[in-house]
């Protein structure tokens, strides 16, 4: 099998990525790409839904780890996230968890603004991973 290179695209021409994400990224020698669809905050062992984003957040990530650990990837296997947030307020508690979670890995990244599928939750994550 081919080895995997993800490569970081951040053109001198851009200001400088900040914050954990790259500008762009180039996959060469992939064979499987997982899509993941939006992963929201249930899978608590009681059907219960976190009141606070950072732990709404954490548990998005570990849903969407999950689904990954399900092909047998990981975070590192990220080329593209995609977070939608129900308000700006989230904006630092979202870089500094994602941060976490990724450590240096810096996939190509999407943050939005929006209104949520369902009032409760704070925030969705989609993905694409690659192997």
């Known amino acids: 099998m081919t080895e995997l290179a993800i490569t970081p695209?951040?053109?001198a021409v851009l200001p400088a990525a900040t914050?954990?994400?790259t500008h762009g990224v180039q996959v060469d020698g992939g064979r499987r790409m997982v899509f993941v669809s939006g992963q929201?905050?249930?899978g608590d062992d009681q059907g219960?839904?976190?009141e606070e984003f950072e732990e709404q957040c954490r548990m998005v990530w570990r849903n969407l780890l999950a689904v990954l650990g399900e092909a047998g990837m990981d975070a590192r296997n990220l080329v593209k996230v995609t977070?939608?947030?129900s308000d700006r307020q989230y904006?630092?508690?979202n870089s500094k968890i994602r941060e976490e979670?990724?450590?240096e890995h810096t996939p190509a990244l999407t943050i939005i603004i929006c209104d949520i599928y369902a009032e409760e939750w704070l925030l969705?994550?989609?993905a694409v991973a690659i192997a």
């Open 19 to 21: 914050g954990n994400y």
């Open 9 to 11: 695209l951040n053109p």
């Open 124 to 126: 969705e994550i989609e």
């Open 91 to 93: 904006r630092a508690a």
């Open 48 to 50: 219960r839904i976190p």
């Open 101 to 103: 979670v990724l450590g």
């Open 83 to 85: 977070m939608y947030l």
């Open 40 to 42: 929201v905050p249930w």
